[in-house]
């Protein structure tokens, strides 16, 4: 019986081929879109989970409550961690300080010749680690034990790293590394590479006991000073649950920390599972953060994709059952139960979405190569694994069920005398209103990504082409090392840059006006010892950084050459924070940074630039001279000879620096790494808008050509009578414009919260006008009209002789 189902299943498929084609196209692209969505989202959601004691495992965050708003800092002071260990002793602790941008020097055969040397950039994943990490976190020891650790000027690398350095993990022991031209380390153990689904990247791993060498080493008693880079983990016990640790935690900051009426302090702990999704806190030590928000929004987008390539099937079905009528009347004339149509029918449904499953797993298979465009996904991630297939499986079961059950029940139910006399008609079976609902929906959805995709790319290009209050455009900047050797080379590598003609201005300075730098200190101003009530944020630059950036000054000028803090320049928002209505009335005005600066003069004020992203106000800035902070060069550099002076530049640098491995970028390109995330989600907008126009689009056709078959008899007694081409054109299409405006009232009002939802993620934003919802509702009625016009012409150019002859 299932055989014979099949078999008629398989000859009605070659009968209506047409339609078949339209099913099998919907279904294989709709489920190929979400099989590549659904493996985005197992990716994502997989991360920190191979650790064994993940549900355990959590990560200390500091809040500090202010009066301009609560701040959250992924790290926590120095000193806490002995606090913490003589307070909580049944809980686990172990502290780590990360390390981005270092230079991992591994010794040539020529000690004296730093160009022997093999020389890497690790952009991450340099680790100050406690021997105690490991007993939180898990790692396959290849050589050597966690407890090498507990020595200062000790390294352990992962395989890959140690294969990197050495070509052979197995000689790595024993052999000596140098970090940042500056800490001489020894090789004391290999461990397995992590996945990469991981936010502890663990790659180069020094003894936590080293960081005391570092210059720029913090008190350890010091309780003041936070930095983002010191970050505490732990593990807690299973009679200890996170509320009651985090109530603990308010006591034991009241205890520790005094915190004053400006700024409260407190602790909690952020579960592992949140560590990657926790944008509040951000700066994870892996490569990125993703929303939960966008994980929920591709999810919707799935959804909605598989829900339009079902109606589709729906609405051709049941449209197609009428042709069937007679064939339907016969077998229950013969004694097929209403069950054995219903189980032929979801036969015929089974046949057509399996082989749109297959061809589904073809298409997310050419395609998986460029998921990396819309995702931060690794470029070897598998495509088909258990999971993946039982989520095919899955898909398929729900697919059948959503497109078969319907149009089962519709063909079924037919009473044999009227069917057999050909008199079922699509009114008849209550399938119009049916269709016209779901056309609607299916337009919904459509106009719903349409619009999603005109506010995102729209508001991507606001972001692309904002004022950011500086020039961005050919500054070459060269990430350097603030060792007292590299310190002293400065000036003449600037004049050497100099006199090269392409070169306009040269700056050293901590970072570039626009980064991810968040480095705030409390100040005083003018003379009182009244301390503010909010932060400022600081970066040092020499007196050129104005003029190789572009900034704008308001009032007064910049500071002198110096090279340590003898004169400031603030911007816009600190002076009006500071009560200031008029530029000019701060210079001249002293302010000094913490309480143990000097007080130094207001030499000008700038314009507001951006200090971060466009996803954040700009912050109140104090910009000052620091020579020990210089640790990296801009080059502002003329347009015409671009490549050629970025490899002049290159190499006058390796011959100033033969020590330093070379990693210089162009500035518009990292500002560019900001919106890497949104510009993915505009992409994955524009992808599966095409994709819903596309799926519409053959519904629409199949139920066109379905009517202008149903109606062949009427067109050619209407041409006969007099009836013009654009009359039947209007008679085909008028039905569907109505359903799209129909569709296009109830998708509005959904779409217009959900980008207001996205768009509140940027400080600077555009508004959500009538125009971009006039440019949705304008696509899809030219789109629905090219695809119902083209088939009804065709209908309407038909002979009206053969028209009349039909039957």
């Known amino acids: 019986m299932i055989k014979n189902y099949f078999k008629i299943a398989w000859r009605n498929i070659l009968r209506h081929k047409g339609y078949s084609i339209i099913n099998i196209s919907g279904l294989s692209v709709g489920i190929a879109a979400c099989l590549l969505i659904f493996v985005v989202l197992k990716y994502e959601l997989s991360y920190n989970t191979f650790n064994k004691n993940y549900k355990s495992i959590y990560h200390l965050v500091t809040q500090q409550n202010q009066e301009d708003g609560i701040n959250y800092n992924p790290g926590v002071s120095i ?43 690790e952009p991450l994943g340099v680790l100050y680690l406690e021997p105690e990490m490991f007993d939180i976190f898990d790692a396959t020891w290849l050589s050597g034990n966690k407890n090498v650790l507990s020595q200062p000027n000790m390294v352990v690398l992962d395989q890959a790293t140690a294969i990197k350095y050495f070509g052979d993990w197995q000689k790595a022991n024993g052999k000596s590394i140098k970090l ?63 509320a009651t640790f985090d109530k603990q935690l308010v006591a034991f900051t009241k205890k520790h920390v005094d915190n004053q009426e400006r700024t409260l302090r407190t602790h909690f702990a952020q579960p592992l599972s949140e560590l990657h999704f926790d944008k509040r806190v951000g700066n994870t030590l892996g ?120 149009p089962a029940l519709v063909v079924s139910g037919f009473k044999p005398v009227l069917a057999i006399k050909n008199k079922i008609t699509a009114a008849s079976i209550g399938g119009i209103p049916l269709r016209r609902a779901l056309v609607v929906a299916q337009f919904a959805i459509a106009q719903l990504l349409i619009i999603g995709t005109i506010v995102a790319v729209n508001q991507m290009n606001f972001v692309n082409e904002a004022d950011l209050g500086f020039n961005k455009e050919a500054v070459m900047i060269i990430p350097g090392y603030a060792d007292s050797v590299s310190l002293s080379k400065l000036q003449p590598f600037k004049q050497q840059l100099l006199q090269n003609p392409e070169v306009r201005s040269v700056s050293f300075s901590s970072d570039a006006p626009s980064s991810d730098n968040n480095w ?39 500071y002198d050459q110096s090279d340590t803090v003898r004169q400031a320049v603030v911007n816009e928002t600190l002076i009006h924070k500071l009560g200031i209505q008029k530029p000019q009335d701060a210079i001249g005005k002293n302010i000094k940074l ?70 210089g970028y162009f500035f518009d390109e990292n500002i560019a790494k900001f919106y890497q995330q949104e510009n993915q989600m505009a992409l994955v907008y524009k992808i599966f808008a095409a994709i819903a126009i596309f799926i519409s689009c053959l519904g629409l056709y199949g139920l066109v050509s379905f009517m202008a078959v149903q109606r062949t008899k009427e067109v050619g007694v209407r041409k006969v009578l007099g009836a013009s081409v654009t009359s039947i054109v ?24 959900m980008m207001s939802e996205w768009l509140q993620n940027f400080a600077y934003r555009i508004s959500l006008g009538a125009g971009v919802f006039v440019l949705a509702i304008a696509s899809s009625l030219l789109i629905a009209w090219l695809t119902v016009g083209y088939k009804a012409v065709r209908a309407a150019l038909v002979n009206p002789v053969k028209s009349l002859r039909s039957e």
Do not use: C
């Not at 395609?367 to 095919?392: G, M």
């Not at 503010?532 to 910049?558: E, R, S, V």
């Open 520 to 558: 705030g200190t409390n100040f005083y101003y003018n003379n009182s010892n009244e301390e503010l009530t909010f932060n400022t944020f600081l970066k040092y630059g020499d007196n050129d950084y104005f003029k190789t950036y572009g900034l704008q000054f308001l009032a007064g000028k910049g």
């Open 287 to 406: 490569d990125h953060l993703t929303s939960k928000a966008t994980l929920r929004t591709l999810t919707f987008i799935a959804i909605l994709i598989i829900i339009m390539a079902s109606i589709n099937f729906i609405n051709l079905s049941t449209a197609q059952s009428v042709g069937r009528s007679k064939e339907v009347g016969i077998r229950k004339v013969l004694g097929s139960s209403r069950g054995q149509l219903i189980a032929q029918t979801i036969g015929e449904t089974t046949l057509i979405v399996l082989f749109s499953v297959v061809i589904a797993a073809v298409v997310a298979k050419i395609a998986l190569p460029y998921l990396k465009n819309i995702a931060s996904v690794p470029d070897d991630i598998s495509l088909f694994t258990p999971v993946t297939i039982l989520f095919l499986a899955i898909t398929m079961l729900v697919v059948i069920l959503l497109s078969g059950i319907y």
């Open 730 to 753: 209007f008679l085909f299409s008028k039905e569907f414009m109505i359903l799209i405006a129909i569709s296009f009232v109830i998708a509005m009002p959904t779409a217009w919260y």
């Open 180 to 242: 940042d031209n500056q800490l001489n380390m020894r090789v004391a153990g290999v461990i397995a590479n992590q996945p990469e689904n991981s936010d502890m990247p663990m790659k180069v791993l020094i003894s936590y006991i080293t960081t005391k060498q570092l210059p720029d080493f913090v008190s350890a008693d010091n309780w003041g000073s936070i930095g983002s880079n010191h970050q505490i983990f732990l593990k807690l016990p299973n009679n200890i649950s996170q």
């Open 594 to 663: 913490g309480g143990r600066g000097m007080w130094v003069p207001i030499t000008g004020v700038v314009k507001d630039f951006k200090t971060n992203s466009l996803r954040d106000a700009v912050k109140p800035i104090i910009i000052s001279s620091r020579k020990k902070f210089f640790s990296q060069v801009a080059v502002k550099i003329n347009t015409k000879h671009l490549s050629k002076t970025a490899h002049d530049i290159q190499e006058l640098w390796e011959a100033t620096y033969p020590e330093y491995a070379y990693s």
């Open 79 to 121: 000193p806490a961690l002995k606090a913490l260990r003589v307070d909580f002793p049944n809980i686990q602790f172990a502290a780590l300080n990360s390390s981005y941008g270092s230079q991992v020097t591994v010794p040539g055969p020529d000690a004296g010749n730093a160009a022997d040397d093999k020389k890497f950039i």
